[in-house]
């Protein structure tokens, strides 16, 4: 195989302009429905017209508040608090919240994000280790943090440890004394000045007590814009260099840029801070970020490792799309498919781009090939590039991988085409019966871009397979390539007369 054939999917168009009969399809569709009990959620979906083929806004991104704490201090109860409901799951027993959960909301006209966090502890091991890498993520992230301390405890030795990590990452933070449900307990809360993190704001999440008072000081220190959160649309398009050590990280970002921007070295690992480098190709301007190396789970790496494995984890998801670098004279490994996992997880947009391909014989070409068929066969999707770092050669041919991998980031399908066409799909291939019954896909609709995500509505459970076996098929019909899409089903059953 030589560098003209290396495989690169021909860019699809979402499809032919919506035709009257899909429009009455979808009508049909939609009316039958009304059969069926559809929560107040499940309708605003339904009738949302941004799935009839608007795009995505592209507004400037919210700011990012986070909520962090040592387990059971109250942090969901006070995000139920602020939210107004009870979204966040709460539990007398700590530990209930594991993953960064993120909700928009708004105090005194102004809209944030604010992302629950499980709790955080010191030398944690195991699963707690991963609620505190989590935890972590969050604070990098974030705009400003909010530190929820129980004042009816007082500061503890877990505490502390929060204080010296949200001292190094430098974001303002806004001290909440929980569980002080009256003035008795407000002397407690003054106990906490000594945390050295500024005025201890006394709060009951769980009654609201003093919750406003608090919201107004985090308003005080949070920007118009999120600096550190999620990317932000209409500036340069942020790509993430990832894959596991000594692979070419630096050596391309040097290449790209013209310049020994990074440290470059067969020593692995020489990389531990992301490194952002606004680079000319293609005619446009991007922004590169050069990552550390992914050497093994983030759970299991200690130290600097495991704090390069968080920044890592935290460029990623201020990207937009990732290029995964693999080392073509090295087989693939486990390592090279849990990076391409992460990005997957992340819902960025994926291009595999294969390095030191000018340094491989017909054989290793061969080899090569029958690896990717067996390791990636999860990735059939994602835009392939062969380049050579060192020489720079192809890496031009970046630049369609990474437009095309966009392009079906941001796709949306029309909500009358798309059921149109699963309409069809489901009318030539039925879903299997079992246990004598026949699941039917009701409506679909796409519920957001970045990454495509789609909602179906059936009246019973639609199995892995024929979910697997439909984006399949939507990525035939749509194309998709260089991004995952995610299907969710929602079944509901007819209303009782």
């Not at 090939?369 to 031009?396: F, K, M, Y």
């Amino acid at each position: 195989m030589t560098d003209e054939t290396a495989r690169m999917p021909v860019r699809a168009a979402p499809g032919d302009p919506v035709s009257p009969d899909d429009t009455s399809v979808e009508r049909a569709l939609r009316a039958g429905l009304a059969e069926f009990d559809l929560s107040p959620e499940d309708r605003a979906l339904v009738e949302d017209q941004g799935g009839a083929g608007g795009t995505t806004p592209t507004g400037p991104p919210l700011p990012v508040v986070a909520v962090v704490g040592r387990p059971n201090v109250g942090k969901s109860s006070l995000v139920n608090r602020v939210l107004r409901r009870r979204e966040a799951v709460v539990e007398d027993v700590p530990g209930v919240t594991r993953d960064r959960v993120s909700y928009e909301t708004e105090w005194a006209g102004r809209r944030f994000m604010l992302v629950d966090t499980g709790g955080w502890v010191a030398d944690a091991t195991g699963l707690h280790l991963r609620v505190a890498e989590q935890a972590e993520i969050a604070i990098e992230l974030a705009d400003v943090v909010v530190f929820v301390v129980d004042a009816t405890v007082g500061a503890t030795d877990d505490d502390e440890a929060v204080v010296k990590l949200l001292r190094r990452s430098g974001k303002p933070v806004v001290l909440v004394a929980n569980k002080v449900d009256d003035e008795r307990g407000e002397s407690d809360a003054t106990m906490l000045w000594n945390l050295g993190l500024g005025q201890p704001w006394p709060v009951s999440a769980l009654h609201g007590r003093g919750s406003g008072d608090a919201l107004d000081a985090v308003l005080e220190v949070l920007p118009e814009v999120s600096a550190h959160g999620a990317y932000a649309p209409g500036g340069p398009r942020r790509v993430a260099l990832l894959g596991r050590p000594n692979v070419g990280k630096s050596s391309l970002l040097n290449k790209l840029a013209g310049t020994d921007r990074v440290v470059v070295d067969d020593v692995a690992g020489t990389t531990r801070d992301p490194v952002d480098e606004l680079i000319e190709l293609g005619g446009r301007t991007w922004r590169f970020v050069d990552t550390a190396g992914i050497r093994r789970r983030a759970h299991q790496a200690r130290g600097v490792d495991f704090y390069a494995s968080l920044r890592t984890q935290a460029a990623l998801e201020k990207a937009e799309v990732a290029i995964v670098l693999i080392d073509a004279e090295q087989p693939i490994a486990e390592q090279d498919v849990r990076v391409i996992q992460q990005v997957i997880d992340a819902g960025r947009a994926l291009v595999i781009a294969y390095n030191k391909w000018d340094t491989l014989d017909e054989e290793r070409r061969y080899y090569l090939e029958r690896e990717i068929e067996q390791e990636l066969v999860q990735v059939p999707w994602a835009p392939r590039v062969n380049v050579s770092a060192r020489t720079g050669r192809h890496v031009d041919r970046l630049v369609p991988g990474l437009e095309t991998a966009l392009d079906s980031w941001d796709r949306r399908v029309p909500t009358s085409r798309l059921n149109a066409f699963l309409g069809a799909v489901v009318a030539a291939h039925p879903h299997p019966v079992r246990g004598g019954k026949q699941p039917r896909i009701l409506f679909a609709t796409q519920a957001s871009t970045r990454p495509p995500r789609f909602v179906l509505f059936a009246s019973g459970f639609i199995e892995a397979g024929y979910r697997r076996f439909l984006e399949r098929r939507l990525r035939e019909e749509f194309g998709f390539e260089g991004t995952p899409i995610e299907l969710s089903v929602r079944v509901r059953e007819r209303r009782r007369r």
